[in-house]
């Protein structure tokens, strides 16, 4: 089992970044691909990024690419999402996920993963 708990969040204007962590204690923690999801008011969780077990791998969805980073030391169990460039659209809540991947992929629905955070408020002002 994993407990996650987020931090990094807060309240900034547009164009500013933001670097979310997610610290994960357990067991096992380089054996689950982790995922930042994110639930604004009235929409869908979304995936927004993912890495697999070692962090060679990383998904990012299309409209936060070359914006945000997704990383993870798991010396640390630790991981990250460095966000730059940041919009009103980005206005969010933000989960942290573990998903108990067998084959190292990264699946982008969230009913995969199986340990989440309490999530963390992340608010971009214009």
């Known amino acids: 089992q994993v407990q996650l708990v987020e931090s990094g969040g807060g309240l900034l204007q547009a164009g500013g970044s933001l670097r979310l962590s997610c610290a994960a204690s357990g067991s096992n923690f380089a054996r689950y691909v982790m995922g930042w999801f994110r639930q604004a008011p009235g929409k869908e969780r979304e995936l927004v990024a993912g890495?697999?077990?070692?962090?060679?791998?990383?998904y990012v969805r299309d409209s936060v690419k070359g914006r945000f980073t997704i990383s993870r030391d798991n010396a640390k169990n630790t991981v990250y999402l460095q966000m730059n460039s940041l919009k009103p659209e980005d206005t969010a809540v933000y989960y942290c996920?573990?998903?108990?991947?067998?084959?190292?992929?990264?699946?982008?629905?969230?009913?995969?993963?199986?340990?989440w955070g309490q999530g963390t408020q992340v608010t971009v002002s214009s």
């Open positions: 890495v697999n077990w070692n962090g060679d791998g990383t």
């Open positions: 996920a573990a998903d108990q991947s067998s084959d190292g992929l990264i699946y982008i629905s969230w009913t995969r993963y199986v340990y």
